[in-house]
């Protein structure tokens, strides 16, 4: 078993070897990137400090029109300053190595080094995402044991109608029916209309620092465990009723053993079997699914970092919010081998 954890290891190497290639190489050729945003800050006369502060001056000091051209010795220390006056592999090379050495660049739109704010907001996406997948876990397997237990009863079929109509709803577009209907405005104000925590937070009492939290914490935290609803409690209904119909079931019933454990001794932990196994790769639909609620509810966390980088063409922190969200999802795939032995001992991998 120590031979196939270590190569599935090795073999996370070429994959986010290829992810962040493939994503560096599409950077490379969208157009509205870093350096034409800074041509077009140059042509209106503007510019950020530094040396390419100083460069844009004397380019500004040679041009008099939108239309300008700017003077090929700004645009080669444009290049130089973005890393686009090297050949692709050679720059993705120099990339590689500053990740290596946990330096994810710095970001054009903060000025601020790209590991201080993935750090900064990445406890918050964890915050909410770790909260929607717990609960999302806990209403699931009992109302999926309650659904098998009950098949066909009008339990089973309003409970269906409910968790599919949850199911068909994107946790964004839930996001903003709960901001429009409980927000404020011409309805009820029940929750708050965004962001991690009030203004003045800080200067809270212990008590009403929880109460704020809480207060704006449940409506993004729904919207997070709403896409697995439908998936989690169908999986767990499925898995137990078969294993229901099992021999080893109907032998347990022939001995006279109670129904209940029976049920929640014998069958449930077979049935949970792929249930546990997905938890690895939940981890990377908890970030997946953080770009959108996080910009829905203004919650400044790393989707929401991540979502405003990809329209601004800020790469390096898309480059950054990339390796971590990688890592996550090749660590959530190996977690989850991980998980499926411990849960049934009979599993060997060779």
Not at 58 to 67: I, K, L, M, P, S
Not at 138 to 144: A, E, Q
Not at 218 to 236: E, K, N, Q, R, Y
């Amino acid at each position: 078993m120590g031979a196939y954890f270590a190569r599935r290891f090795l073999l996370m190497i070429p994959t986010f070897l290829g992810i962040t290639f493939m994503v560096f190489l599409i950077t490379r050729f969208v157009p509205g990137g870093p350096i034409e945003q800074m041509v077009l800050q140059l042509e209106q006369g503007g510019g950020k400090g530094g040396e390419t502060g100083a460069a844009a001056t004397a380019g500004a000091a040679q041009n008099t029109g939108r239309g300008s051209r700017i003077p090929p010795e700004v645009m080669a220390e444009l290049n130089k300053k973005f890393g686009f006056d090297k050949p692709v592999p050679v720059a993705y090379a120099h990339w590689l190595w500053d990740v290596v050495r946990l330096d994810l660049g710095k970001s054009y739109k903060y000025d601020t080094p790209v590991i201080d704010l993935v750090t900064a907001r990445f406890p918050v996406s964890i915050y909410f995402g770790l909260i929607g997948f717990t609960l999302a876990y806990l209403v699931c397997i009992p109302l999926g044991v309650m659904k098998a237990i009950h098949h066909g009863s009008a339990f089973d079929l309003v409970s269906s109608v409910v968790v599919f109509v949850g199911y068909s709803i994107p946790g964004w577009a839930l996001g903003t029916l709960l901001l429009v209907y409980f927000g404020g405005g011409s309805f009820w104000n029940l929750i708050p209309l965004g962001g991690f925590r009030s203004p003045g937070w800080e200067q809270m009492d212990w008590w009403n620092k929880i109460t704020d939290q809480v207060h704006h914490t449940i409506a993004p935290v729904i919207c997070f465990a709403i896409g697995s609803f439908a998936t989690l409690t169908v999986l767990m209904k499925n898995s137990l009723m078969e294993n229901l119909g099992q021999d080893y079931v109907r032998t347990a019933f022939a001995k006279g053993l109670p129904e209940k454990r029976v049920i929640f001794v014998h069958a449930l932990r077979n049935s949970l079997i792929p249930v546990c196994t997905g938890l690895g790769h939940a981890i990377g639909i908890i970030m997946a699914g953080s770009y959108l609620i996080e910009f829905t509810f203004n919650i400044n966390g790393l989707g929401l970092l991540g979502y405003n980088s990809v329209i601004e063409r800020d790469y390096a922190v898309v480059m950054g919010v990339l390796v971590i969200n990688t890592l996550l999802v090749l660590v959530g795939n190996m977690l989850s081998d991980v998980l499926y032995v411990v849960v049934d001992p009979r599993i060997r991998f060779s």
